[in-house]
C-alpha cells in the first residue's frame, strides 16, 4: 500500500466530490451565512484565525524553531481529559510540564475533567461560546463532524502540521502507511491530532492449540480441518490432561464474545470478517458480504458438527468473555482464539501448555486473517478563538519529544525508586518504563498525555515488554505464512462517508447484526440444511444488502488502495 497516501488521497478525492457537488457533499450547510464576496463566514474566520497564528499572534517573539517558541511569554487555555480512574497531582506540581513551560515560555491554564463529567462539560463549553485554546482528549470524544465539519469550531489542521509539528509528522513518515488516515473528516479536513501507542502488530487474535494434550496423546499438528477435527476428538475422549476424568473442552468459544467469538473461527474459512462490521475487503479489492459467503457456511457446519459432537463448550451460546477468561485461566481447553497468550492472566493455565497455530480451513486450505492497521484516534483539537494557533502546534508537538513525551506518560527519567518512570537500558540506548504500579496519585499526566508513538518509532526508542514482543512475534509468523488478508478492513471505517451515508448504514447494521447473531446461534445448536440456508441468504436480500455494499464499495474505489 502506498506510503504515507491514503490520508491525502481520502481528502483529494472528498475535496474533488465537493466541487462537482456529487451526491449533496458539495452542499454547504444552510446554517453558514455567507458574506457579500460568497464566502462563508466560517471560511472568513477560520482564515484569519488560521493566518493569525505565528509571528503576528505573539507580537513579532514567534519563534518557528528551536526554542524558546515565544521571546513574550503567552498563556494558552487547555480542556484535558482523563480517566475516571487516574488521581493526579495539580497539574502544576508536575515537573515535566514545568520544564515545559520553561522551555516553551507559554504557560498553560488548565482544566481537568473526568471522562465521566467529559460530554456533559464539552457540549457546555461549546454552547457557550467560550471556547479553550485547545482540547486535549486521548480519553474523551469530539466529534470532528459536528464541531469542525458542521460549525467550523475546530480548526482544520492539515496544512500547517509539517511546518509546526515536525515530532509528529517525522514519525508518521516513518510508516508504510499513514497511521492517522482515519482523522480525515468527510470534508477532507483534519482537525485533530493523533494519539496512538503502537504495536507494530498486523492482525487481531491468534489460534493456539495444547501442545501438551498432542504430546501426552502422541498427536502431531493437525495440518487440515479434517485433521484437526481428529484431534478435538481424541482431545475429548482419550483424556490428555491425565486425570482420569472427562473434564476436557476440546474447543473453546462463545458466539459473540469479542477475541474469544465466532467471528474470530471464521478467518479459518477464508473469511476475514471485520471486528465490527459483517463485511471485509477481498484480494479484488472488492467489499464482500461475509455472512452469505460459502466459507460462512462451512464454519457454520464445522461448529454444528463439533456441537453434535460435544467437542465445543456446550455453553458456546451463552457464555460471555469472562467466563471465558477464567476458564482460560484454568487451562484445560485444547483450541482457540485469543489475542495473546501472555500478560492476560493466563500465565498459569493455557499460557504453559499451548502454541501458536497455523489456520487451516477444509482440505488443508489457508486461513485468511483480518489485518490490522495500527490507527491513530483523534488527540488533541484546537479551537476557532483561539489567537496562538502556530504556538498552540509548536507546544503540541513540544509534548511529543521523546523524553518529555515518556516523562509525562511514565513519570520521571531515573525515578524507579519511587515506583514510576523510564530509565535508558546501557545495553541497547532505548527505553524501559520502570513504573511498578505502586503509585496511588501521580505526578504526571499518565495516559492522558498526547502520546504518539506508531510501531516503527516505538521499536526504535522503546524496548518492548515481552507480551508485546510475543504478539509482534505471531504477527510476523502468521504475515511470513501469507495468512493476513491483502487490504485491511480497517479502510471501511476511513471510508469517506457522508453524515447522511453513515446514518443510513447505523440503522442497517443494527438489523444485520441482529440477524447474523440470531442464525448463527441456530446454525450452530440445530444444523446447518439448504432450506434454513436459502432462507438465511434471502433474509439479506430484503434488507438491500447491495445498495449497503455499493457505499463502501464506492469510497474504497476513491481511495485508490494499492
Known amino acids: 500500500m502506498k506510503k504515507k497516501t491514503i490520508a491525502l488521497l481520502t481528502a483529494a478525492s472528498l475535496a474533488a466530490t465537493a466541487l462537482t457537488g456529487c451526491g449533496g457533499e458539495g452542499e454547504k450547510p444552510e446554517s453558514v451565512a455567507q458574506d457579500g464576496d460568497g464566502q462563508q463566514d466560517g471560511e472568513q474566520q477560520n482564515g484569519e484565525q488560521q493566518d493569525g497564528g505565528g509571528e503576528a499572534a505573539s ?32 497539574t502544576d506540581d508536575m515537573p515535566a510540564l514545568a520544564r515545559l513551560e520553561e522551555q516553551t515560555g507559554i504557560h498553560v491554564e488548565w482544566e481537568v475533567l473526568k471522562a465521566s463529567d467529559w460530554d456533559t ?19 474523551g470524544s469530539v466529534d470532528d463532524e459536528e464541531y469542525g465539519v458542521t460549525q467550523q469550531i475546530l480548526i482544520p489542521l492539515e496544512d500547517k502540521l509539517e511546518k509546526y ?44 492449540i495444547n501442545q501438551t494434550w498432542l504430546d501426552n496423546l502422541q498427536l502431531s499438528t493437525p495440518t487440515s480441518l479434517e485433521e ?22 476440546p474447543l ?20 476475514p470478517c471485520d471486528s465490527s462490521k459483517w463485511i471485509y475487503i477481498d484480494d479484488d479489492k472488492k467489499v464482500q458480504f461475509a455472512a452469505t459467503q460459502e466459507g460462512f457456511r462451512e464454519c457454520m457446519e464445522w461448529l454444528n458438527l463439533c456441537y453434535t459432537e460435544e467437542l465445543i463448550d456446550p455453553e458456546v451460546i451463552s457464555q460471555d468473555g469472562n467466563t471465558i477468561e477464567a476458564k ?36 488443508g486450505r489457508d486461513g485468511s486473517l483480518l489485518r490490522y492497521i495500527e ?45 514510576m518512570g523510564w530509565e535508558y537500558n546501557a545495553e541497547n540506548g532505548k527505553i524501559d518504563p520502570t513504573m511498578d504500579g505502586s503509585i496511588d496519585v501521580k505526578n504526571f499526566l499518565d495516559c492522558n498525555t498526547l502520546f504518539f508513538g506508531p510501531g516503527k518509532y516505538l521499536s526504535e526508542t522503546f524496548n518492548m515488554p515481552e507480551q508485546r514482543v510475543e504478539k509482534t512475534e505471531y504477527c510476523r509468523i502468521y504475515d511470513e505464512a501469507g495468512m493476513i488478508q491483502k487490504y485491511s478492513n480497517d479502510y471501511l471505517r476511513l471510508a469517506p462517508l457522508t453524515a447522511e451515508q453513515l446514518q443510513q448504514i447505523d440503522l442497517k ?54
Open 165 to 208: 509539528m515536525p515530532n509528529y509528522t517525522e514519525r508518521i513518515a516513518m510508516e508504510d502507511s499513514d497511521p492517522t488516515s482515519g482523522l480525515v473528516a468527510s470534508d477532507g479536513h483534519t482537525y485533530s491530532i493523533g494519539y496512538l501507542v503502537g504495536q507494530d502488530i498486523s492482525t487481531y487474535a491468534h489460534f493456539f
Open 328 to 363: 482460560y485461566k484454568e487451562g484445560n481447553v485444547g483450541f482457540f482464539t485469543v489475542w495473546r497468550l501472555k500478560a492476560m492472566g493466563f500465565d498459569d493455565g493455557i499460557a504453559k501448555d499451548c502454541v501458536l497455530y497455523m489456520p487451516k480451513g477444509p482440505q
Open 121 to 139: 462539560k464539552l457540549n457546555l463549553m461549546f454552547a457557550s461560546g467560550e471556547y479553550p485554546d485547545i482540547i486535549l482528549a486521548p480519553n
Open 509 to 562: 447494521e443494527t438489523d444485520i447484526a441482529n440477524a447474523v447473531k440470531e442464525n448463527m446461534a441456530n446454525f450452530i445448536t440445530q444444523g446447518v440444511t439448504d432450506e434454513n440456508w436459502d432462507a438465511f441468504v434471502k433474509l439479506f436480500e430484503g434488507m438491500d444488502i447491495e445498495s449497503y455494499l455499493k457505499i463502501f464499495q464506492d469510497a474504497i474505489d476513491q481511495m485508490d488502495l494499492d
Open 252 to 271: 473453546e468459544m462463545g458466539l459473540d464474545a469479542g477475541y474469544y467469538g465466532v467471528r474470530y473461527m471464521l478467518p479459518m474459512f477464508g473469511i
Open 375 to 419: 490507527m491513530a484516534r483523534p488527540g488533541a483539537f484546537l479551537t476557532v478563538t483561539n489567537e496562538h494557533v502556530a504556538e498552540s502546534l509548536r507546544w503540541l508537538d513540544a509534548l511529543m519529544e521523546t523524553e518529555t513525551m515518556f516523562s509525562l506518560y511514565y513519570g520521571e527519567q531515573n525515578a524507579k525508586d519511587q515506583g
Open 228 to 249: 484437526l477435527t481428529d484431534v478435538l476428538r481424541a482431545f475429548k475422549t482419550d483424556d490428555p490432561n491425565g486425570n482420569g476424568e472427562a473434564d476436557e473442552i
Open 59 to 90: 507580537g513579532g517573539s514567534f519563534n518557528e524553531t528551536g526554542f524558546p517558541i515565544v521571546n513574550e511569554p503567552i498563556t494558552l487555555k487547555v480542556m484535558l481529559a482523563i480517566r475516571d480512574s487516574d488521581s493526579l497531582t495539580s
